[in-house]
Nanobody, 121 residues
């Protein structure tokens, strides 16, 4: 599985950015699809995640981004996006696209290359 992220950049406080991630395989074979971030000196953290299920997707967000960020997937285009509004300096980080598969009780994790998001105050 290959993940190709794009869309990072420099934005001012209160601005918006949209990240996109192209997934190399059908999303039907994935368990979760999402975005993580890692700021300098901090651990990588989940930002937004879609758990794919036969009864529909389940979406969860980090508390710090609820109401500001929106994750969405496009099954036809095999992409997952992260719309980020009302950006704050504390959102500055390298953002990573992530996917995982479950097969025979084993989870396999896949990461895209990071894309830098910098929010100036």
């Amino acid at each position: 599985v290959q993940l190709q992220a794009s869309g990072g950049g420099l934005v001012q406080f209160g601005g918006s950015l949209r990240l996109s991630c192209a997934v190399s395989i059908s999303m039907h074979s994935l368990n979760t699809l999402g975005w993580y971030r890692q700021a300098p000196g901090k651990q990588r953290e989940m930002v937004a995640r879609i758990t794919l299920g036969g009864r529909g997707d389940y979406v969860d967000y980090a508390d710090s981004v609820k109401g500001r960020f929106t994750i969405a997937r496009d099954g036809a285009k095999n992409t997952v996006s992260l719309q980020m509004n009302s950006l704050k300096p504390e959102d500055t980080a390298v953002y990573y696209c992530h996917a995982d598969q479950l097969f025979a009780g084993t989870s396999s994790d896949y990461w895209g290359q990071g894309t830098q998001v910098t929010v100036s105050s």
